[in-house]
């Protein structure tokens, strides 16, 4: 993320536990990065993003519309919120393409814990990505008035440039998925112990 950051010379938005990461949390703070609250209404946040959007001279915003990092074999459903100011974006695609010494590792599996995604990068020699930087997407005007349809067509667009497919699931959808997993082995768990 910190390279990314050098070549954008932006802020991004951030959850609210980034702000307490060393480094990270302080370099967004540095940039006028912004940290949301997961589980509160953040509607200033898109007044933020549409000022930052249409002033010059501010630090851009880096977003990352599926709102999380995924597993680089599909895009995930986009959040609506980064496409509700209506300004244009310059997409860039990220690949994780590898690490070494620990190449069977792929840093962007969501079931690690981030203490230990941070302890494998530092681990390593290096870690290898991949930019695609797409040209400027400006809205049109239908657009302006559906964020929905500027976010399907942006994905769209991602898509055919990484070669990913599109699937209609967020990164909520895992958690929730988790939760399950987690509920039945616990009930598996207990009638074992009776």
């Known amino acids: 993320m910190e390279l ?11 959850k609210e536990s980034v702000r307490r990461m060393p480094f990270i949390g302080n370099i967004n703070k540095c940039l006028q990065g912004l940290f949301v609250d997961r589980k509160k209404k953040n509607s200033w946040i898109f007044k933020e993003i549409q000022k930052r ?16 990092t995924s597993n680089n074999k599909c895009l995930l ?13 310059q997409p860039i695609i990220i690949k994780y393409k590898g690490c070494f010494p620990l190449p069977f590792l792929d840093l962007t599996y969501t079931y690690y814990h981030p203490f230990v995604v941070c ?29 929905e349809l500027y976010s399907q067509n942006v994905q769209k667009k991602m898509s055919q440039v990484s070669q990913l497919p599109i699937i209609n699931s967020r990164y909520r959808d895992a958690l929730e998925y988790r939760k399950i997993i ?13």
């Open 77 to 89: 459903s986009f959040k609506v919120g980064a496409f509700s100011a209506g300004v244009p974006i």
């Open 4 to 14: 990314i950051l050098s070549f954008i010379t932006g802020g991004f938005i951030a």
């Open 53 to 68: 959007g249409e002033t010059k001279g501010i630090f851009p915003l880096v977003i990352f519309p599926e709102g999380t």
């Open 119 to 147: 302890i494998a990068q530092f681990c390593n020699i290096y870690n290898s990505i991949e930019m695609t930087f797409m040209d400027p997407i400006i809205p049109n005007t239908e657009e302006k008035k559906n964020p």
């Open 182 to 194: 987690k509920r039945i082995k616990e009930q598996e768990k207990e009638k074992k112990n009776k």
